[in-house]
Nanobody
Framework: QVQVVESGGGLVQPGGSLRLSCAAS????????MGWYRQAPGKQRELVAD???????NYADSVKGRFTISRDNAKNTVYLQMNSLKPEDTAVYYC????????????WGQGTQVTVSS
């Protein structure tokens, strides 16, 4: 069982920056993918960015050039550096860990609120 805990959310002005952290613990296989999703009220949860244990990254078009995902494999921690934040980035951000020999296990964190407003 994998435990996932997010932190770093908060209130920030448009154009500002925020850095989210996600720490995973438990039985995590060497091959894994860690990613960030977000969900605004009344909307579906969407992928923001993810990164494999090998370092391959993937970003949603809406955040390319503004957000950067990175990870520390030794700490099983993934980060999301968010720059040039916009009001439409406001959402609850969730961390997801996919692991297992066949990537059969999926674990979610409880989420952290990000609010971009003046």
């Amino acid at each position: 069982q994998v435990q996932v805990v997010e932190s770093g959310g908060g209130l920030v002005q448009p154009g500002g920056s925020l850095r989210l952290s996600c720490a995973a613990s438990g039985r995590i296989f060497s091959a894994n993918v860690m990613g960030w999703y977000r969900q605004a009220p009344g909307k579906q949860r969407e992928l923001v960015a993810d990164i494999t244990s090998g370092g391959t990254t993937n970003y949603a078009d809406s955040v390319k050039g503004r957000f950067t995902i990175s990870r520390d494999n030794a700490k099983n921690t993934v980060y999301l550096q968010m720059n040039s934040l916009k009001p439409e980035d406001t959402a609850v951000y969730y961390c997801r860990v996919v692991t297992g020999r066949a990537y059969e296990y999926s674990s979610w964190g409880q989420g952290t609120q990000v609010t971009v407003s003046s």
